[in-house]
Protein backbone atom coordinates (compact mmCIF):
# COMPACT_ATOMS: atom_id res chain seq x y z
CA UNK A 1 0.00 0.00 0.00
CA UNK A 2 1.23 3.40 -0.84
CA UNK A 3 0.34 4.86 2.64
CA UNK A 4 -1.75 8.42 3.11
CA UNK A 5 -1.31 10.75 0.06
CA UNK A 6 -1.37 13.99 0.79
CA UNK A 7 -1.05 16.51 -2.13
CA UNK A 8 0.05 19.04 -3.03
CA UNK A 9 3.89 18.72 -0.65
CA UNK A 10 4.14 22.39 -0.87
CA UNK A 11 1.94 25.35 -1.38
CA UNK A 12 2.72 28.92 -1.75
CA UNK A 13 -0.29 31.42 -1.97
CA UNK A 14 -1.40 34.84 -1.23
CA UNK A 15 -3.40 36.25 1.27
CA UNK A 16 -7.42 36.07 0.71
CA UNK A 17 -6.69 33.29 -2.05
CA UNK A 18 -8.63 29.88 -1.51
CA UNK A 19 -6.47 26.85 -0.25
CA UNK A 20 -7.36 23.35 -1.04
CA UNK A 21 -5.48 20.70 0.43
CA UNK A 22 -6.28 16.97 -0.51
CA UNK A 23 -6.12 13.46 1.13
CA UNK A 24 -6.00 10.08 0.23
CA UNK A 25 -6.53 7.79 2.89
CA UNK A 26 -4.96 4.13 3.22
CA UNK A 27 -7.49 1.86 1.27
CA UNK A 28 -9.89 -0.15 3.94
CA UNK A 29 -9.57 2.88 6.53
CA UNK A 30 -12.60 4.36 7.59
CA UNK A 31 -11.11 7.11 10.44
CA UNK A 32 -9.50 9.99 8.57
CA UNK A 33 -7.79 12.96 10.17
CA UNK A 34 -6.56 16.53 9.07
CA UNK A 35 -4.10 18.18 11.86
CA UNK A 36 -2.06 21.32 11.97
CA UNK A 37 1.69 21.89 13.14
CA UNK A 38 2.81 24.70 13.81
CA UNK A 39 5.28 25.77 16.56
CA UNK A 40 3.54 27.84 18.51
CA UNK A 41 0.70 25.45 18.85
CA UNK A 42 1.89 21.85 18.29
CA UNK A 43 -0.30 19.45 16.79
CA UNK A 44 -3.78 20.16 16.29
CA UNK A 45 -6.74 18.22 15.71
CA UNK A 46 -8.75 19.75 13.14
CA UNK A 47 -11.31 17.13 12.63
CA UNK A 48 -12.37 13.96 12.81
CA UNK A 49 -14.18 11.50 10.35
CA UNK A 50 -15.63 8.38 10.68
CA UNK A 51 -17.03 6.48 8.02
CA UNK A 52 -16.88 9.97 5.66
CA UNK A 53 -19.22 11.63 8.68
CA UNK A 54 -17.62 14.43 10.59
CA UNK A 55 -17.67 13.33 13.69
CA UNK A 56 -15.60 16.21 15.79
CA UNK A 57 -14.57 19.65 14.38
CA UNK A 58 -14.50 21.22 17.44
CA UNK A 59 -10.65 21.95 16.72
CA UNK A 60 -11.60 23.75 12.80
CA UNK A 61 -10.43 27.14 13.82
CA UNK A 62 -12.84 29.32 12.18
CA UNK A 63 -15.45 29.63 9.45
CA UNK A 64 -12.81 30.04 7.04
CA UNK A 65 -11.85 26.61 7.15
CA UNK A 66 -14.09 23.62 5.10
CA UNK A 67 -13.48 19.81 5.40
CA UNK A 68 -15.27 17.12 3.19
CA UNK A 69 -15.25 13.95 2.61
CA UNK A 70 -16.99 13.05 -0.09
CA UNK A 71 -16.32 9.13 -0.23
CA UNK A 72 -13.98 6.76 1.61
CA UNK A 73 -10.70 6.87 -0.80
CA UNK A 74 -11.08 11.21 -0.50
CA UNK A 75 -11.28 14.14 1.54
CA UNK A 76 -10.25 18.18 1.23
CA UNK A 77 -9.38 20.68 3.49
CA UNK A 78 -10.31 24.12 1.96
CA UNK A 79 -9.58 27.49 3.44
CA UNK A 80 -11.40 30.16 2.37
CA UNK A 81 -10.09 33.24 2.17
CA UNK A 82 -6.07 32.13 3.72
CA UNK A 83 -4.79 34.32 5.98
CA UNK A 84 -0.66 34.06 6.99
CA UNK A 85 -1.22 32.90 10.19
CA UNK A 86 -2.49 29.87 8.36
CA UNK A 87 0.90 28.81 7.26
CA UNK A 88 1.90 25.58 8.78
CA UNK A 89 1.99 22.11 8.23
CA UNK A 90 -1.56 20.28 7.54
CA UNK A 91 -1.03 16.60 8.26
CA UNK A 92 -3.76 13.97 7.08
CA UNK A 93 -4.27 10.44 8.62
CA UNK A 94 -6.34 7.31 8.67
CA UNK A 95 -6.93 4.19 10.89
CA UNK A 96 -8.91 1.41 11.04
CA UNK A 97 -12.02 1.45 13.17
CA UNK A 98 -12.07 3.51 16.26
CA UNK A 99 -9.40 1.68 18.28
CA UNK A 100 -6.17 1.26 16.53
CA UNK A 101 -3.07 3.64 15.76
CA UNK A 102 -3.25 5.93 12.69
CA UNK A 103 -1.17 6.43 9.93
CA UNK A 104 0.29 9.53 8.46
CA UNK A 105 0.91 11.23 4.91
CA UNK A 106 3.52 13.19 4.53
CA UNK A 107 1.87 16.93 5.04
CA UNK A 108 1.24 20.05 3.10
CA UNK A 109 3.76 23.10 3.68
CA UNK A 110 1.19 25.72 3.74
CA UNK A 111 3.00 29.13 3.30
CA UNK A 112 0.30 32.33 2.87
CA UNK A 113 2.15 35.44 2.48
CA UNK B 1 -12.05 16.08 27.98
CA UNK B 2 -8.89 13.95 26.40
CA UNK B 3 -5.33 15.49 27.16
CA UNK B 4 -2.27 14.28 26.93
CA UNK B 5 0.87 16.29 28.62
CA UNK B 6 4.83 15.96 27.52
CA UNK B 7 6.41 17.67 30.57
CA UNK B 8 9.89 18.05 28.98
CA UNK B 9 10.73 19.98 25.61
CA UNK B 10 13.72 18.79 25.21
CA UNK B 11 15.64 15.65 26.91
CA UNK B 12 19.22 15.08 26.06
CA UNK B 13 21.16 11.99 25.90
CA UNK B 14 25.03 10.87 25.54
CA UNK B 15 24.64 7.93 22.67
CA UNK B 16 24.78 4.56 24.60
CA UNK B 17 22.60 5.73 27.76
CA UNK B 18 19.43 5.13 28.13
CA UNK B 19 16.48 7.48 27.89
CA UNK B 20 13.06 8.27 28.94
CA UNK B 21 10.80 10.76 27.05
CA UNK B 22 7.90 10.86 29.82
CA UNK B 23 4.18 11.61 28.66
CA UNK B 24 0.91 11.87 31.59
CA UNK B 25 -2.71 11.30 30.29
CA UNK B 26 -5.91 12.39 31.22
CA UNK B 27 -9.11 10.60 29.65
CA UNK B 28 -12.18 8.96 31.09
CA UNK B 29 -12.61 5.65 30.37
CA UNK B 30 -9.98 3.27 29.02
CA UNK B 31 -7.31 4.83 26.46
CA UNK B 32 -5.22 3.17 23.83
CA UNK B 33 -2.03 4.98 24.07
CA UNK B 34 0.50 5.56 21.39
CA UNK B 35 4.10 6.86 20.73
CA UNK B 36 5.07 7.97 17.61
CA UNK B 37 8.42 9.49 16.32
CA UNK B 38 8.79 12.53 13.72
CA UNK B 39 12.10 13.16 11.71
CA UNK B 40 12.60 16.92 10.03
CA UNK B 41 10.77 17.20 7.16
CA UNK B 42 8.42 13.62 7.57
CA UNK B 43 5.04 12.95 8.63
CA UNK B 44 4.59 11.09 12.28
CA UNK B 45 5.17 7.60 12.32
CA UNK B 46 3.94 5.20 14.48
CA UNK B 47 6.18 3.52 16.85
CA UNK B 48 4.26 1.33 19.52
CA UNK B 49 0.67 1.48 21.52
CA UNK B 50 -0.57 -0.08 24.78
CA UNK B 51 -4.06 -1.58 24.31
CA UNK B 52 -4.38 -3.94 27.48
CA UNK B 53 -2.15 -6.98 29.18
CA UNK B 54 1.31 -6.46 29.86
CA UNK B 55 2.48 -2.96 31.28
CA UNK B 56 5.45 -2.82 29.02
CA UNK B 57 5.33 -2.28 25.68
CA UNK B 58 8.45 -3.01 22.67
CA UNK B 59 7.86 -1.20 19.72
CA UNK B 60 10.10 -0.63 16.27
CA UNK B 61 13.19 0.48 16.75
CA UNK B 62 14.46 -0.84 20.02
CA UNK B 63 11.80 1.44 22.04
CA UNK B 64 9.69 0.31 24.62
CA UNK B 65 7.56 1.87 26.88
CA UNK B 66 5.64 1.11 30.17
CA UNK B 67 1.63 1.82 30.81
CA UNK B 68 0.76 2.84 34.84
CA UNK B 69 -2.90 3.08 35.52
CA UNK B 70 -1.79 4.70 39.00
CA UNK B 71 -0.10 7.42 37.84
CA UNK B 72 -1.39 7.66 34.11
CA UNK B 73 1.37 7.81 32.46
CA UNK B 74 2.85 6.11 29.32
CA UNK B 75 7.30 7.16 29.40
CA UNK B 76 9.15 5.87 26.39
CA UNK B 77 12.15 4.22 27.03
CA UNK B 78 15.33 2.96 25.59
CA UNK B 79 17.71 0.91 27.22
CA UNK B 80 21.15 2.61 24.90
CA UNK B 81 20.14 5.81 22.91
CA UNK B 82 21.31 5.83 19.50
CA UNK B 83 22.79 9.33 17.81
CA UNK B 84 20.26 8.35 15.06
CA UNK B 85 17.02 8.57 17.44
CA UNK B 86 17.31 12.31 17.75
CA UNK B 87 14.34 13.48 16.43
CA UNK B 88 10.74 14.67 18.04
CA UNK B 89 8.72 12.56 19.77
CA UNK B 90 4.61 12.20 20.45
CA UNK B 91 2.60 10.78 22.42
CA UNK B 92 -1.18 10.25 22.20
CA UNK B 93 -4.33 9.05 23.41
CA UNK B 94 -7.28 7.89 21.68
CA UNK B 95 -10.52 6.40 23.61
CA UNK B 96 -11.50 3.17 21.75
CA UNK B 97 -15.39 2.46 20.52
CA UNK B 98 -16.62 5.72 21.27
CA UNK B 99 -18.41 7.84 18.87
CA UNK B 100 -15.70 10.16 19.56
CA UNK B 101 -12.51 8.47 19.20
CA UNK B 102 -10.75 11.18 17.80
CA UNK B 103 -6.69 10.89 18.62
CA UNK B 104 -5.23 13.87 20.85
CA UNK B 105 -1.22 14.25 21.04
CA UNK B 106 0.54 15.55 23.34
CA UNK B 107 2.84 18.72 22.45
CA UNK B 108 6.22 17.07 21.99
CA UNK B 109 9.42 16.00 23.20
CA UNK B 110 12.71 16.97 21.22
CA UNK B 111 15.10 14.09 22.17
CA UNK B 112 18.87 14.65 21.17
CA UNK B 113 21.48 12.18 21.55
CA UNK B 114 25.01 13.35 21.24
CA UNK B 115 27.78 10.97 20.41
Known sequence: DAGVIQSPRHEVTEMGQEVTLRCKPISGHNSLFWYRQTMMRGLELLIYFNNNVPIDDSGMPEDRFSAKMPNASFSTLKIQPSEPRDSAVYFCASSVGTATEAFFGQGTRLTVV | ?????????????????????????????????????????????????????????????????????SQTSFHLKKPSALVSDSALYFCAVRVPYSSASKIIFGSGTRLSIRP
Open chain 2, 1 to 69: AQSVAQPEDQVNVAEGNPLTVKCTYSVSGNPYLFWYVQYPNRGLQFLLKYITGDNLVKGSYGFEAEFNK
